[in-house]
């Protein structure tokens, strides 16, 4: 499978924004999806996670705030941020873990593809 993401941007504090992530190949229902995101001079940090059936699981500086959605006829999984605050802001990246998940992972190496980064930027 390959990865596409979009819907970054500038957004002022307080906004929202939804990101999207396209998978190629005919097996999406197979793998569980998460977004992680990279804020300036720091490292990657888990966002969120679904798994094959809709079970999702959030980093708790996003949880109430960030929903992760799949659409299994469309390969694309989404993430609608609101309530978005400056320090959202980060290049945000979905990836997709093999196998039908009962728990959705949350370690960057339980993830097999990557695709490439869109920005956030929450201005305030």
């Known amino acids: 499978v390959q990865l596409q993401a979009s819907g970054g941007g500038l957004v002022q504090a307080g906004g929202s924004l939804r990101l999207s992530c396209k998978a190629s190949?005919?097996?999406?229902?197979?793998?569980?999806m998460g977004w992680f995101r990279q804020a300036p001079g720091k490292g990657r940090e888990f966002v969120g996670t679904?798994?094959?059936?809709?079970?999702?699981y959030y980093a708790d500086s996003v949880k109430g705030r960030f929903t992760i959605s799949r659409d299994n006829g469309e390969n694309t999984v989404y993430l609608q941020m609101n309530s978005l605050k400056p320090e959202d802001t980060a290049v945000y990246s979905c990836?997709?873990?093999?196998?039908?998940?009962?728990?959705?992972?949350?370690?960057?190496?339980?993830?097999?593809?990557w695709g490439q980064g869109t920005l956030v930027t929450v201005s305030s």
């Open positions: 679904i798994n094959w059936s809709g079970g999702t």
């Open positions: 190949g005919r097996t999406f229902v197979n793998y569980a």
């Open positions: 990836a997709a873990a093999g196998g039908r998940w009962v728990v959705p992972p949350r370690k960057e190496y339980e993830y097999d593809v």
